[in-house]
């Protein structure tokens, strides 16, 4: 793993990067996660778009490319929730933009 200058220097130089979230990056996810597990709410469409989305907005990016998988295997199961999470996102990404 990377430190957070030596990624940044990267960055900077190659302008594009392909991560996973940690505690340095959307650091209050890990407790969304913990909350959504004793109430419940694990398979809630809203949580789900909002944590990958606060995630993917966390560093402001020009362009963002999502890859909404679903059935076997993949935490969308059927077509439908896959869409319906692909719009939310699409929604939230449309939002931020309006508010840069």
Do not use: H, Q, W
């Amino acid at each position: 793993m990377l430190e957070m200058d030596e990624f940044k220097a990267i960055l900077g130089k190659v302008k594009c990067a392909m991560v996973a979230a940690g505690r340095d990056m959307a650091p209050v996810d890990k407790r969304m996660y913990a909350l959504r597990d004793v109430t419940a709410t694990v398979s809630s469409l809203s949580l789900i778009t909002g944590s990958i989305m606060c995630k993917k907005l966390a560093e402001n990016p020009d362009a963002l490319v999502l890859d909404v998988k679903c059935g076997k295997g993949a935490f969308m199961k059927t077509k439908e929730v896959s869409d319906e999470a692909s719009e939310r996102s699409k929604r939230g990404r449309i939002i931020n933009a309006a508010r840069r």
